[in-house]
């Protein structure tokens, strides 16, 4: 096992079940937020802190009980986007799960938002490009539609209202580091 969290959909009642041969062995469904959290902290390249809530949407990809994969899913951070967009904030996939996964994962939560939610219009996703190339977007079909420069954000003191400036609780390299906008139309 590739992490101390439990990745069992059902500890007590799954026995163990078969391992994938490939991507398209798992079964992506949704799944509780904490659970995909719980597997983004011990996963993520990047980024693995997140916040409590409010997550709309937590999928997983499974076989056999166990989980391979997770995603975390809100309304877009940046505030000059649509909120009726959809952004995927957090992606992760252990390092034993089949080649393909984090790709199989994109294709089928974006078929499930087309039937389920087609009104959101459009999914939105950043890749960070100091540790990602993109290639599971690419490979999902997503477009790379806007590129944003490298950044330095100062935020050691308060904004002119007098409220502290965010924490960067993945660090400040995670949150300034140049990023690509991907985009599925829905």
Same mark, same amino acid.
């Given at each position: 096992?590739?992490?101390? #969290?439990?990745?069992?959909?059902?500890?007590?009642?799954?026995?163990?079940?078969? #391992?994938?041969?490939?991507?398209?062995?798992? %079964?992506?469904?949704?799944?509780? #937020?904490?659970h995909a959290r719980d597997? %983004?902290?011990?996963?993520?390249?990047?980024?693995?802190?997140?916040? %409590?809530?409010? !997550?709309?949407?937590?999928?997983?990809?499974?076989?056999?009980?166990?989980?391979?994969? #997770? =995603?975390? !899913?809100?309304?877009?951070?940046?505030?000059?986007?649509?909120?009726?967009?959809?952004?995927?904030?957090?992606?992760?996939?252990?390092?034993?799960?089949?080649?393909?996964? =984090?790709?199989?994962?994109?294709?089928?939560?974006?078929?499930?938002?087309?039937?389920?939610?087609?009104?959101?219009?459009?999914?939105?996703?950043?890749?960070? *490009?100091?540790?990602?190339?993109?290639?599971?977007? =690419?490979?999902?079909? !997503?477009?790379?539609?806007?590129?944003?420069?490298?950044?330095?954000?100062?935020?050691?003191?308060?904004?002119? +209202?007098?409220?502290?400036?965010?924490?960067?609780?993945? +660090?400040?390299? =995670?949150?300034?580091?140049?990023? *690509?906008?991907?985009?599925?139309?829905?």
């Amino acid at each position: 096992m590739s992490c101390l #969290v439990e990745r069992r959909a059902y500890p007590l009642f799954d026995e163990d079940g078969p #391992v994938p041969a490939s991507a398209r062995d798992l %079964v992506i469904e949704q799944c509780p #937020v904490e659970h995909a959290r719980d597997l %983004v902290a011990a996963w993520h390249s990047r980024m693995p802190v997140t916040q %409590v809530s409010p !997550w709309q949407y937590a999928f997983a990809a499974r076989c056999g009980g166990t989980t391979y994969g #997770v =995603a975390l !899913w809100h309304n877009p951070s940046a505030r000059m986007l649509p909120s009726h967009w959809l952004e995927l904030r957090r992606l992760a996939v252990a390092d034993d799960a089949p080649h393909c996964t =984090a790709s199989r994962m994109l294709g089928q939560m974006a078929r499930w938002f087309r039937r389920h939610v087609p009104e959101r219009e459009r999914l939105i996703s950043y890749q960070d *490009v100091a540790v990602h190339q993109g290639t599971i977007y =690419a490979a999902a079909g !997503w477009t790379a539609a806007h590129t944003t420069p490298a950044r330095k954000r100062d935020r050691s003191s308060r904004r002119p +209202g007098g409220r502290l400036y965010r924490w960067d609780a993945n +660090g400040a390299d =995670a949150h300034s580091s140049a990023k *690509v906008r991907w985009e599925m139309e829905l």
